[in-house]
């Protein structure tokens, strides 16, 4: 008798691989570095002609103290002042860098998620201190607005940043204040919050809300990357656990020196008129963008930079390169991808030349 066959076994389908996991280590600067540097940077956030002459001065004078080792009082009280805070709630580190690195290894935190796209350093400096991290993605349909609900109940360590980059989204501060609980710290990266007129929705200075932790920098308004001064501003116990993961002296004389001068009353009033300008800069940014029928911008915008998503992004970027622009690209930030960029808000006339570089590699001419 024939043998019997059975039916035949289709072979399976091949499984699509997953995307490329975003580089967390990948930061603007590294559209300008060396040679790039020639570039007109549209890829760093730090505001153009910075830092001023008089902030300068106050940094050059520190050097004549470089032979004592660091005393960070003065500077820690002109912080506490600037935001209405007692010393015991606000901690100086070298950068807002440090302060990621310095929560995830002095927060015990059993579930930490962050709420993406943001800033990745805080994601990775959890990974590095070996935390699994969760994470919660916004969607650009609804503008990656946040809803409180989105965020398991469990997270006992949540990131957010606010204005968020690179979205430049603003959350409402009630929606963030929604976050917080007992057993939770909520951190609030707040890096450009002082590019917002008024600091509407800013939670620094905030004390009634339960594991509240805020980052500030000082480098983006102030044009200070290079000399690494940030705060965190927190609940007595939270800082002081912070500052024994410190190394001694984390804060340099230069640094210190920058920070206490940047929270006198003259330059909060120089940084709020500067916020003005990024504002009207900022609109006439996206009024430009909006004259191009394939770019899509998230608005409404609120820090010192606009995301756009554009088809054929990474292929834009490396044509406005050949023009002279660096531009971020997106694809870095978790829930992101190749079709997205963000481009630092700068001055009209740069705008207008970006512009009509952009305009000749889309191939649309502008009126």
Same mark, same amino acid.
């Given at each position: 008798?024939?043998?019997?066959?059975?039916?035949?076994?289709?072979?399976?389908?091949?499984?699509?691989?997953?995307?490329?996991?975003?580089?967390?280590?990948?930061?603007?600067? $590294?559209?300008?570095?060396?040679?790039?540097?020639?570039?007109?940077?549209?890829?760093?956030?730090?505001? !153009?002609?910075?830092?001023?002459?008089?902030?300068?001065?106050?940094?050059?004078?520190?050097?004549?103290?470089?032979?004592?080792?660091?005393?960070?009082?003065?500077?820690?009280?002109?912080?506490?002042?600037?935001?209405?805070?007692?010393?015991?709630?606000?901690?100086?580190?070298?950068?807002?860098?440090?302060?990621?690195?310095?929560?995830?290894?002095?927060?015990?935190?059993?579930?930490?998620?962050?709420?993406?796209?943001?800033?990745?350093?805080?994601?990775?400096?959890?990974?590095?201190?070996?935390?699994?991290?969760?994470?919660?993605?916004?969607?650009?349909?609804?503008?990656?607005?946040?809803?409180?609900?989105?965020?398991?109940?469990?997270?006992?360590?949540?990131?957010?940043?606010?204005?968020?980059?690179?979205?430049?989204?603003?959350?409402?501060?009630?929606?963030? $204040?929604?976050? !917080?609980?007992?057993?939770?710290?909520?951190?609030?990266?707040?890096?450009?919050?002082?590019?917002?007129?008024?600091?509407?929705?800013?939670?620094?200075?905030?004390? =009634?809300?339960?594991?509240?932790?805020?980052?500030?920098?000082?480098?983006?308004?102030?044009?200070?990357?290079?000399?690494?001064?940030?705060?965190?501003?927190?609940?007595?116990?939270?800082?002081?656990?912070?500052?024994?993961?410190?190394?001694?002296?984390?804060?340099?004389?230069?640094?210190?020196?920058?920070?206490?001068?940047?929270?006198?009353?003259?330059?909060?009033?120089?940084?709020?008129?500067?916020?003005?300008?990024?504002?009207?800069?900022? =609109?006439?940014?996206?009024?430009?963008?909006?004259?191009?029928?394939?770019?899509?911008?998230?608005?409404?915008?609120?820090?010192?930079?606009?995301?756009?998503?554009?088809?054929? $992004?990474?292929?834009?970027?490396?044509?406005?390169?050949?023009?002279?622009?660096?531009?971020?690209?997106?694809?870095?930030?978790?829930?992101?991808?190749?079709?997205?960029?963000?481009?630092?808000?700068?001055?009209?006339?740069?705008? =207008?030349?970006?512009?009509?570089?952009?305009?000749?590699?889309?191939?649309?001419?502008?009126?």
């Amino acid at each position: 008798m024939p043998a019997r066959t059975g039916s035949a076994r289709l072979p399976a389908p091949p499984v699509a691989p997953p995307p490329p996991e975003p580089d967390l280590r990948h930061h603007g600067d $590294a559209e300008v570095r060396g040679a790039d540097g020639a570039l007109t940077d549209l890829a760093v956030n730090v505001r !153009t002609g910075t830092p001023p002459a008089w902030l300068k001065a106050r940094i050059a004078a520190s050097l004549d103290t470089l032979a004592a080792y660091p005393d960070g009082r003065a500077a820690r009280r002109a912080v506490a002042a600037r935001h209405g805070l007692p010393v015991e709630r606000v901690l100086l580190t070298s950068g807002a860098a440090e302060a990621f690195v310095l929560l995830a290894r002095a927060v015990r935190a059993r579930r930490p998620v962050v709420v993406h796209p943001q800033f990745t350093e805080p994601e990775a400096a959890l990974r590095d201190a070996g935390h699994e991290v969760g994470r919660v993605l916004l969607d650009a349909r609804d503008g990656f607005r946040l809803d409180p609900a989105a965020v398991p109940e469990d997270a006992d360590l949540v990131v957010v940043g606010n204005p968020t980059n690179p979205t430049s989204v603003l959350h409402p501060a009630d929606v963030l $204040a929604r976050l !917080t609980r007992p057993g939770r710290t909520l951190v609030v990266d707040e890096a450009f919050m002082d590019a917002v007129p008024g600091e509407r929705e800013a939670l620094a200075g905030r004390t =009634d809300l339960p594991g509240l932790v805020v980052l500030r920098s000082l480098t983006k308004t102030w044009g200070l990357a290079g000399l690494r001064i940030g705060y965190v501003l927190a609940e007595p116990d939270t800082v002081a656990a912070l500052e024994r993961a410190q190394p001694l002296w984390p804060v340099s004389s230069p640094a210190l020196a920058a920070a206490e001068a940047c929270s006198a009353p003259g330059a909060l009033a120089e940084a709020a008129a500067a916020a003005g300008r990024i504002a009207a800069d900022r =609109d006439h940014l996206l009024a430009r963008l909006g004259a191009f029928g394939q770019i899509r911008t998230v608005a409404p915008a609120a820090g010192p930079f606009v995301l756009l998503r554009l088809p054929g $992004a990474d292929g834009v970027r490396a044509a406005l390169r050949t023009r002279g622009f660096a531009v971020r690209r997106g694809d870095t930030f978790p829930g992101l991808g190749p079709d997205w960029l963000r481009l630092a808000v700068r001055d009209r006339a740069t705008t =207008d030349r970006f512009a009509a570089a952009l305009g000749e590699v889309l191939g649309e001419a502008l009126a």
